[in-house]
């Protein structure tokens, strides 16, 4: 009987995730042409949320031209973002935190479809069996897990920091590691019995914010805006392993479509850095002519170019990722942030502006 519930209770554990089918690179399923059934027949849109305007602009890479604006709430004080695929990927949702609604998003025609009442949704994840929406409550200090249909809350995850914001999820789906932007800290989360079990401080004026894990499943990857820098740490001892000095604030996290890579980006200094899973070592580095704040994005679902909002220059950049050059500039609304590039290869999404697996 004690060895059925020993099985039993692994079984429970990994059947949070869907099997990975390659242990050695979790993103196997994300890379080109592998979309799920039903996901190509969606255009290929760029989603950009505008914290300043309260809007969000729809960007088409083909015809090259914004093809839909709209606001994505009442009153002065919305601020959406980030632009979410849903676990499913057949919804879009824009996170407005400060009026508390989502803005859901035809994903067929890049036009607002309705917008839901949920608490200060800041940012937004999925848990990987797709049960919940994994809501990042910033300015309440939780994290709240609600009904991905109805949106009815759940259950909420107290967390003892300020700015929980960005997260990502070990490769059997059992934890989830998480950023505390304005404490400095680095929490591990058990997404089995849904509390948290460590913490890590970041020593100096840390300022923690996008975080990924590796292709491994288990060595994650801390963007920090103030250290200018990412940090690594083993997800599964939760220790810290290196850290890399990228660029001047160090922001947004991005792996290259065929998974070899991944894409920093350091809002600071107008650059984007390209480190080398296998060596972790930095083999290059992309410049912004005359300067950028770049911020967040993702990769075209070919791979062929890497997409990122500027910030603070009310643009957004497109880099050709075989040869690192600048090739498009758009002219957008004021502070553009969480910018989705969508849809994308991959069997189903965590959230964010598109962590797939």
């Not at 065929?258 to 972790?280: A, P, V």
């Not at 500027?310 to 090739?327: K, N, P, S, V």
Request: charged residues 25%.
């Amino acid at each position: 009987m004690k060895l059925y519930l020993v099985v039993l209770g692994a079984w429970a554990l990994s059947a949070q995730m869907p099997p990975v089918l390659n242990p050695k690179n979790i993103y196997s399923e994300t890379t080109p042409g592998k979309f799920k059934p039903g996901v190509q027949r969606f255009p290929s849109l760029i989603y950009i949320p505008h914290t300043r305007d309260n809007t969000v602009w729809v960007y088409d890479p083909a015809q090259k031209k914004i093809i839909e604006k709209f606001r994505v709430g009442k009153g002065r004080n919305v601020e959406p973002q980030h632009v979410v695929p849903s676990w499913d990927m057949t919804r879009i949702f824009a996170t407005n935190d400060l009026n508390d609604t989502l803005a859901e998003i035809d994903p067929m025609t890049g036009k607002l479809m309705k917008i839901h009442k949920v608490a200060d949704p800041y940012n937004m994840y999925y848990t990987p069996d797709g049960k919940y929406m994994v809501v990042m409550a910033e300015r309440l200090r939780r994290i709240d897990l609600r009904n991905p249909n109805t949106f009815e809350l759940v259950r909420s995850i107290n967390v003892p920091c300020k700015g929980v914001n960005h997260a990502d999820y070990s490769g059997d789906g059992r934890y989830l590691i998480a950023s505390c932007e304005f404490s400095s800290e680095i929490l591990k989360i058990d997404m089995v019995k849904f509390e948290v079990i460590g913490s890590i401080p970041i020593e100096g004026k840390g300022m923690p914010q996008d975080i990924r894990v590796g292709p491994d499943g288990k060595t994650f990857y801390i963007a920090d805006m103030m250290s200018h820098g990412v940090h690594v740490i083993d997800g599964d001892s939760f220790k810290k392993i290196e850290f890399i000095p990228t660029g001047k604030g160090c922001h947004g996290l991005y792996p290259s479509r065929d998974t070899k890579q991944l894409y920093i980006t350091n809002r600071g200094e107008g650059t984007i850095s390209i480190m080398d899973f296998d060596s972790r070592k930095l083999v290059g580095k992309w410049t912004i002519p005359g300067g950028g704040s770049p911020d967040m994005g993702g990769v075209s679902a070919d791979g062929k170019m890497f997409w990122v909002s500027g910030r603070y220059h009310r643009e957004i950049y497109g880099f050709d990722t075989a040869t690192g050059q600048l090739t498009e500039r758009v002219k957008v609304g004021r502070g553009p942030h969480g910018m989705c590039i969508f849809p994308q290869p991959g069997r189903y999404s965590l959230g964010h502006t598109g962590n797939y697996r």
